[in-house]
């Protein structure tokens, strides 16, 4: 395959400069992951601190997903104006200091008020990292974007079990305020470096005739639209197995809660997995081979998750859902900011964060009007939605440096 031996021409040893700099943002993705997850266990305390309902307690999440999506376009700016670097750091300042602000609400509109800040802060660091290691990844002609993306599940893995740990003997104030001083401690060592590290300059920009850079063109907005939507069917089925999964084994497969909680254990394992292999997978196979097989593979996981007719194979099937998973969201983003910056990483980071907030009450829908199994399906429907997609495209502006195997 001509793009195997094209990769592999273009592997160099990166310099000390460039190895500090990937250390950097992979610290930063690990602390992302991290402090959501130490925020998400404290959910159920924080609920019972402000004693709101169940709709208020929904009603004051959205400030999450209202802080994020509002950011991300206006951190794609940011970005392009300032630098991905400084926006990074001063995001992780941001995170880290708004983690502590919920155990000090004591009403839902308080909560909401502040989670709102949170988001903001997560969306933009979302956005910002990205767009930096985008810019890593076209430095060191390796496809190394599933690395970043592994730390991310690893910070989470270890932030959600540390919570688990301490949720019984410490209170939620305690907790977040040292997660907050945590992500303080990382940003000031991590930030450092970051800024005195100079962002590689992509590889192969974009130019007009006269030689300057070009502006994206419809074709190009388009592009980063398609990988969008990659991004949004992986980030659908991550939701719905997040919120759903266990639920799907407890009530229709009659696991006790100990072995349903495994359920989301299993596909997180598994897509931190494939995540730790993808830059090999996409150096040994290309971009589109690894897409298509990955959303075919997701979809026949989800298919066996949501059918199965006990509990083993459908923890087998969430297991090879996430192995399937794990490397679509890394591509399509880095294809998207390799096509337009920040403002690329802006638009594919916000469809696949509409998809992460739209699996979850669809799926709710669905196993209303259906049944829950069935409503399920739609993972794999939209994972294999994902692999038409990247097979569609995958040679789509390729004369110009656009389409998916474009290195």
């Given amino acids: ?54 709709s208020d307690l929904g009603l004051a999440l959205l400030g999450v997903s209202a802080g994020a999506v509002v950011t991300m376009t206006l951190t794609g700016r940011l970005c392009r104006r300032y630098g991905s670097h400084p926006v990074t750091v001063a995001c992780a300042v941001l995170l880290s200091l708004s983690i502590a602000l919920p155990p000090l609400t004591h009403s839902a509109l308080a909560l909401g008020t502040v989670l709102l800040l949170f988001g903001a802060a997560y969306g933009g660091i979302s956005v910002a990292f990205n767009s930096a290691a985008v810019d890593l990844v076209a430095a060191l002609r390796r496809p190394v974007m599933p690395s970043f993306h592994a ?23 305690v907790h977040l305020w040292g997660l907050a001083l945590v992500g303080l401690v990382v940003t000031a060592v991590a930030g450092r470096t970051l800024l005195r590290c100079d962002p590689p300059a992509p590889a192969r920009p974009a130019r007009t005739a006269s030689g300057s850079p070009a502006r994206p063109d419809g074709r190009t907005r388009a592009l980063v639209v398609v990988f969008g939507l990659i991004a949004l069917c992986t980030a659908y089925g991550e939701g719905a197995l997040a919120d759903w ?21 299993c596909f997180a394992l598994a897509m931190t997995a494939g995540r730790l292999s993808g830059t090999t997978l996409l150096e040994r196979l290309g971009r589109t081979p690894t897409l298509v097989v990955g959303g075919a593979t997701a979809a026949v996981g989800m298919l066996l998750g949501a059918l199965a007719p006990s509990v083993g194979p459908a923890l087998l099937g969430y297991a090879v859902t996430g192995l399937g998973l794990a490397n679509l969201f890394p591509v399509a983003v880095e294809r998207a900011g390799a096509l337009a910056g920040p403002g690329g990483v802006a638009t594919a980071s916000t469809l696949g964060y509409g998809g992460m907030l739209l699996g979850p009450p669809a799926i709710g829908f669905m196993a209303d009007w259906f049944s829950l199994p069935a409503a399920l399906t739609s993972v794999a429907a939209l994972a294999a939605v994902a692999t038409v997609i990247a097979f569609a495209t995958r040679r789509a502006g390729t004369d110009r440096g656009e389409g998916i195997e474009a290195v």
């Fill in 1 to 54: 395959m001509p793009l195997i031996n094209k990769t592999r021409r273009q592997h160099v040893a990166p310099g000390p400069d460039l190895v500090r700099l990937r250390v950097a943002l992979t610290a930063f993705f690990a602390l992302d992951g991290f402090l959501f997850a130490g925020w998400v266990v404290r959910i159920p305390a924080i609920k019972q601190q402000t004693g709101a309902s169940a």
């Fill in 151 to 173: 730390a991310f599940s690893l910070g989470g893995m270890v932030g959600a079990g540390l919570g688990a740990l301490v949720a019984g003997s410490v209170s939620p104030t």
């Fill in 245 to 265: 999964g266990a639920l799907h084994l407890e009530e229709d497969l009659g696991a006790s809660p100990g072995t349903a909680a495994l359920g989301y254990s």
